[in-house]
C-alpha cells in the first residue's frame, strides 16, 4: 500500500480564519514533507519531519504551523494566509534509507 | 552543486507514437534519479527511480528511461503513447543526505489524437 491520504481536497478560507490542512500516511515511512506548488511550477519544499521531528524549515512565514503528532500523522496549521499563499499544498513521506518521495493528492488552498 | 535541468517545456506527439522526454542532471557524485508525473488537478506519482543498479530503469504504464552517467542523461521514453499520457513530467535528483529533492522545471506532454 502506497497511499498517503490528504483532508480536504479543497479549502477555500479568508484572510482571518484559522484552518488546518490534514495528511496521513501507514506505511511505515518516518519521514514526512509539505510542499507547496502554485500552478505550472514544481513543488517548492517547506517542511520535513524525520521521527516526528522538525528536521527542516524552509524559511517559511510564521503563518504556516506544522504539527507532527505521531509517526502516521501530519498537519499544517493555517492562520492569517495573504492572497499569494493560494497554491497547492501537498504531503509526501519517506522511507528511512530510500530516497524516493510518496506523495498525496494534495489540498487545492484558495486564499480570498 | 546538484541540479535538473529538462530539454523541453513541452513535447506533442501523436497517438500510438513513441515518447522521449529529455533530462539532463548536474551531480558531483552517483545520484539517485526520479521521473515524476502530475495529471491535471492530481498529486504526484512516482514513475520509476534509479539508485545505481541496472541503468535501464522500467517503470509503471510503460515508461522507461537509461542512466547514462557519461552523458549526464536520464531520458524518459514510451514505445506507444496513449491518450491517459496526458500530464506534467518532473525529473527529479535526490540530496543524498538530507531528505531534499532537486526538481527539473517540468515538461508537459501533449497527446494529439
Known amino acids: 500500500d502506497t497511499e498517503v491520504t490528504q483532508t480536504p481536497k479543497h479549502l477555500v478560507m479568508g484572510m482571518t480564519n484559522k484552518k488546518s490542512l490534514k495528511c496521513e500516511q501507514h506505511m511505515g515511512h518516518r519521514a514526512m514533507y509539505w510542499y507547496k506548488q502554485k500552478a505550472k511550477k514544481p513543488p517548492e519544499l517547506m517542511f520535513v519531519?524525520?521521527?516526528?521531528?522538525?528536521?527542516i524549515n524552509e524559511s517559511v512565514p510564521s503563518r504556516f504551523s506544522p504539527e507532527c503528532p505521531n509517526s502516521s500523522l501530519l498537519n499544517l496549521h493555517l492562520h492569517a494566509l495573504q492572497p499569494e499563499d493560494s497554491a497547492l499544498y501537498l504531503c509526501?513521506?519517506?522511507?528511512?534509507?530510500?530516497?524516493?518521495?510518496?506523495f498525496g493528492p494534495g489540498t487545492r488552498l484558495t486564499v480570498t | 552543486a546538484q541540479s535538473v535541468t529538462q530539454l523541453d517545456s513541452h513535447v506533442s506527439v501523436s497517438e500510438g507514437t513513441p515518447v522521449l522526454l529529455r533530462c539532463n542532471y548536474s551531480?558531483?557524485?552517483?545520484?539517485?534519479l526520479f521521473w515524476y508525473v502530475q495529471h491535471p488537478n492530481k498529486g504526484l506519482q512516482l514513475l520509476l527511480k534509479?539508485?545505481?543498479?541496472a541503468t535501464l530503469v522500467k517503470g509503471i504504464n510503460g515508461f522507461e528511461a537509461e542512466f547514462k552517467k557519461s552523458e549526464t542523461s536520464f531520458h524518459l521514453t514510451k514505445p506507444s503513447a496513449h491518450m491517459s499520457d496526458a500530464a506534467e513530467y518532473f525529473c527529479v535528483v535526490s540530496l543524498d543526505s538530507n531528505y531534499q529533492l532537486i526538481w527539473g522545471a517540468g515538461t508537459k506532454l501533449i497527446i494529439k489524437p
Open positions: 551531480s558531483s557524485y552517483s545520484p539517485s
Open positions: 519531519y524525520s521521527y516526528e521531528k522538525l528536521s
Open positions: 534509479y539508485t545505481s543498479a
Open positions: 509526501a513521506s519517506s522511507h528511512p534509507t530510500r530516497y524516493e518521495q510518496y
